[in-house]
């Protein structure tokens, strides 16, 4: 199957959109949004996420902890869970509408305007869920960095830093991003290729008549003598 220049930018943006919705769901499953060193015990590493607060001890064990409250989180991490499902949910539904709406998926009843149109929400969705896995990821970052800047807490206690499944995030969001501007893009180049049946124009009038001649009558040509039933 030779693929046109439309098809290898639609390839593109599901190989993209795929690749941003998987990290964006290790993104969310990671505990890794903020980490804590402690100066007195520099062995122990405390680490939270949206799920669960963890404790790492080098050399011993890891031990994880569940919130027992979604109302007890702080504000950033609450509306993080929100944004973060939803971001699954629509980078999920862009990236199955894209496919039946690119050309690797052939079905005859699908016309060529509505799968085009499919690829464009498709894209649509992609980029939107792009937005809600940078708006939470970035809120966090920006709340952590406050915390840290914050003059009213003693420079004893230990402060919460920029986890890795941050970094994860940001990176899921560019590729969400990148994948729905590919499949918009795709969506907007070349022609229809084939016409429909029903869009085609009207049939020429039969070969013995000229066409400049046929007014719509029709006329009953006599029957030769040579022919026999």
Same mark, same amino acid.
């Given at each position: ?7 290898? /930018? ?5 190989? &993209?959109?795929?690749?941003?919705? /998987? ?9 890794? *949004?903020?980490?804590?060193? $402690?100066? $007195? ?10 799920? %669960? /607060? ?8 890891? /031990? ?11 504000? %950033?991490?609450?509306?993080? !869970?929100?944004?973060?499902?939803? +971001?699954?949910?629509?980078?999920? $539904?862009?990236?199955?509408? +894209?496919?039946?709406?690119? %050309? ?11 799968? @085009? @149109? ?7 969705? %992609? ?22 800047? =914050? ?7 230990? !402060? *919460?830093?920029?986890? =890795? ?7 899921? #969001? ?12 795709? +969506?907007?180049? #070349?022609?229809? =290729?084939?016409?429909?049946? !029903?869009?085609? #124009? ?12 046929? =007014? ?10 040579? &022919?026999?039933?």
């Amino acid at each position: 199957m030779a693929w046109s220049f439309r098809g290898k /930018v639609q390839l593109a943006g599901l190989l &993209l959109s795929l690749l941003g919705w /998987v990290c964006s769901c290790v993104t969310t499953a990671l505990p890794q *949004w903020k980490t804590l060193n $402690l100066e $007195l015990n520099e062995m122990e590493t405390w680490i939270m996420g949206l799920w %669960e /607060v963890c404790m790492n001890q080098e050399e011993v064990a890891t /031990v994880c902890k569940a919130f027992e409250s979604f109302l007890s989180l702080p504000q %950033e991490l609450q509306v993080s !869970r929100v944004l973060m499902v939803a +971001s699954h949910g629509l980078g999920l $539904l862009g990236l199955l509408l +894209s496919v039946f709406g690119s %050309e690797c998926f052939q079905f005859h009843r699908i016309s060529h305007i509505f799968k @085009r @149109r499919l690829c464009l929400l498709g894209g649509t969705l %992609e980029a939107s869920a792009s937005a809600t896995t940078l708006f939470p990821v970035s809120w966090v970052a920006y709340a952590t960095i406050q915390d840290f800047w =914050d003059d009213s807490v003693p420079e004893i206690v230990p !402060r *919460w830093e920029f986890g =890795d499944a941050l970094f994860l995030g940001w990176a899921a #969001g560019i590729f969400l991003a990148l994948g729905g501007l590919l499949l918009i893009f795709s +969506s907007c180049l #070349g022609k229809e =290729d084939v016409p429909s049946p !029903r869009m085609t #124009g009207p049939t020429a009038p039969p070969s013995y008549a000229p066409a400049e001649e046929f =007014d719509g009558s029709f006329y009953l040509t006599p029957r030769p003598k040579n &022919l026999f039933i």
